[in-house]
């Protein structure tokens, strides 16, 4: 069993920056594929990012490409967002997900939640105008 912890979000203001973690423990994730999903209120979850086994390989949801980075520190066991010029519209709950498959690219499935085994509880971003 993977255990996931995300940190790192809070109230900010529009324009600023927040780095998110996502702490792995139970097993070793670097063969995982992970990615970040939100959900904002009233809405469906949705697809932020995912980064595959190596790092090699990352996809963005349109939103926030070019505001967002995944990474990952396999030694630390931990996966990052971080979150640039952040916008009201990007106020959600933010969790992490791992995926067993070791994907050297990340494709479509990547961005659907069915594709993840293990889920963390989510921390809140909350951006004020």
């Known amino acids: 069993q993977v255990q996931l912890v995300e940190s790192g979000g809070g109230l900010v203001q529009v324009g600023v920056s927040l780095r998110l973690s996502c702490a792995a423990s139970?097993?070793?994730?670097?063969?995982?594929?992970m990615g970040w999903f939100r959900q904002a209120p009233g809405k469906e979850r949705e697809f932020v990012a995912a980064?595959?086994?190596?790092?090699?390989?990352?996809a963005y949801a349109e939103s926030v490409k070019g505001r967002f980075t995944i990474s990952r520190d396999n030694a630390k066991n931990t996966v990052y967002l971080q979150m640039n010029s952040l916008k009201p519209e990007d106020t959600a709950v933010y969790s992490c997900?791992?995926?067993?498959?070791?994907?050297?690219?990340?494709?479509?499935?990547?961005?659907?939640?069915?594709?993840?085994?293990?889920w963390g509880q989510g921390t809140q971003v909350t951006v004020s105008s």
């Open positions: 980064i595959s086994w190596s790092g090699g390989s990352t």
């Open positions: 139970g097993r070793s994730i670097s063969s995982y594929t």
């Open positions: 997900a791992a995926d067993p498959r070791r994907i050297r690219t990340i494709g479509q499935s990547s961005r659907y939640t069915y594709a993840y085994d293990y």
